[in-house]
């Protein structure tokens, strides 16, 4: 790692532990259930000091902010150093590259809990917005895997897309999963839904009773939530 990468990462480092707040740290840490310690630090203040750290030592070039976000990722002694390292790839120098995809694939695979992959999904959709192409049909393919976050990460990847929303991904993504049983899929599934729900919610109803044998009561109840 380069001198200003090292200056970056530190910096952010440094950052985390003035602002923590130790008194959290144990029920944040019993609420994630998490084997990595926290420092007690909020997500959104993580963000906040990213962001403010990054403008003070801003990365040379987009090369220089990987770097950094991958050493913060692997070498992570508390879960908010995670955190950062996630909230640096939401930078204006990084979002829709599809360059990122391996270290979004990275962060979700070994980061293995919701709080990682939903915000992780958050970029995806993003660089998918980019660079349909290329993105679908590897979200198609994730959509597909044993990995469950990353089959979760291809479900709520168009989240807050509206109009935008390919809808033939959305179903290709749902009908790959109608039969998975683990709870944080089938959880994603009806969020989707719920969320497309807003933009097109005659769809979302005719697409429900279509596959109502088929989907979870828990997929069934989160979709419709809001469109009873």
């Not at 029920?27 to 007690?40: D, N």
């Not at 990987?66 to 992570?76: C, I, N, S, Y």
């Not at 897309?161 to 899929?185: I, K, P, S, Y």
Request: charged letters at 30%.
């Amino acid at each position: 790692m380069g001198d200003d990468e090292l200056e970056l990462v530190q910096a952010i480092r440094e950052q985390l532990r003035d602002l923590a707040e130790p008194s959290r740290a144990p029920a944040m840490q019993a609420y994630m259930k998490s084997a990595m310690p926290f420092l007690g630090v909020r997500v959104p203040v993580v963000r906040s000091a990213v962001h403010a750290v990054a403008r003070e030592h801003p990365p040379a070039d987009f090369d220089e902010l990987v770097a950094a976000a991958t050493v913060l990722w692997r070498e992570a002694a508390v879960r908010e150093e995670r955190y950062a390292a996630t909230a640096l790839t939401g930078l204006p120098l990084a979002l829709g590259r599809l360059e990122l995809l391996p270290l979004h694939e990275e962060m979700i695979v070994t980061g293995a809990w919701w709080d990682h992959c939903d915000e992780v999904a958050h970029r995806v959709g993003r660089t998918l917005q980019a660079h349909p192409e290329q993105v679908a049909p590897l979200l198609r393919a994730w959509a597909r895997d044993r990995d469950r976050w990353l089959r979760r990460c291809a479900i709520i990847g168009q989240l807050g897309l509206r109009e935008r929303t390919d809808v033939a991904l959305l179903t290709d993504v749902v009908d790959a999963n109608l039969g998975d049983h683990e709870f944080f899929v089938r959880k994603a599934i009806g969020w989707a839904l719920r969320d497309y729900g807003h933009t097109d919610p005659r769809w979302v109803r005719a697409f429900v009773t279509a596959r109502h044998d088929a989907l979870s009561p828990l997929s069934r109840r989160e979709a419709l939530k809001h469109l009873a």
